[in-house]
């Protein structure tokens, strides 16, 4: 099995409010990770890490309601690595991860903590390993498009009641009723199938 030489953390981006904040803080501490919190006048708060003796300053900004963190690193320490991997899933952060092999690296891709992408990426050859397919999302929209079509299929044959009623009746206030009726629908159908 290759030995993974590195973990590089390339884009990523969390927002948090002060409680998850805490939560993330937490996380690293019950790993009992070596750690540092400075806080500024500005309500920044910088969270620094020890990684195999080098510092991993992570910025939070504070933007009123939430805080927010953007940044690159590279971690050498596997289990580091793998505490920063479950915080991105847990806190739903985007990032781009590259594990770093001899020779080779596995780029994964998140989305709201979600593995979205892994490629495998040699020297001049890159490999898509996995790519998320939202199945449930496609059939969602699909049951959605079906519903409009029952809805256009419904409002067809309200015209067509109300035409039919149309034809036989003499009493013009009725008439005017069932016009305006006919307008509504009509301007719903285009509506619906625009």
Known sequence: MAQRLATEYKQIVLELSSQQLQGFINLFKMNNFSSEI???????????????????????RNMGLFFEFKGSYIITDIQLAHTMRKAIRDFKGNAIVNRLYNGYSMEYHYEHG??????????????????YEDTVGKLTRLFAKQGVEDQIAWIRLQIDLLLDQRKKTENMKTIANIDQQLGTLSRELISLEA
């Open 114 to 131: 979600i593995v979205m992408k892994i490629v495998e990426c040699k020297k001049e050859d890159q490999t898509v390993i996995y790519e």
């Open 38 to 60: 400075r806080v500024y006048e500005n309500g920044d708060t910088e969270f620094i890490l020890s990684d195999n003796g080098n510092e991993i300053p992570l910025a939070f």
